[in-house]
């Protein structure tokens, strides 16, 4: 099960957005909701307003893309599986991939550290 999967329809991302909880960060937004399943999942918006024209959209998609795939050490170590949607910011096109990987990564610590403090979202 190499392959990423992926938040696909509209309602997935409704759902993250309504139920999921909220990680600020300077180069993105995570929202983060547990799942019933084996596998993350993530989504990503990069909106024209947020980020401008279509290659910088595409820019800063990959840029979050990777950042969710060389991540997966670091997500493989958190209890519960999660539902990802990543808004990019306009901050993103301007850093290198080091840098929003290393800024993903201190998101999945901060969801770590709120799994180890709410004992009712921890699977058995």
Known sequence: MSGIKHLRSTSDFRRVYACGKRYESHLMMAFVQPNDLKHHRFGITA???AIGNAVERNRSKRLIR???????????????????????????????????????????????????????????
Do not use: H
């Not at 493989?76 to 999660?82: I, T």
């Not at 949607?85 to 080091?98: H, I, P």
């Open 47 to 49: 909106s024209r307003k």
């Open 66 to 124: 990777e950042s969710f795939r060389l991540s997966k050490t670091a997500l493989d170590g958190l209890r519960g599986k999660y539902d990802w949607v990543l808004n990019a910011r306009r901050a993103l096109l301007s850093v290198k991939a080091e840098t929003s990987l290393e800024e993903f990564k201190a998101i999945i610590a901060r969801v770590a550290k709120n799994e180890q403090s709410d004992p009712l979202k921890e699977d058995g």
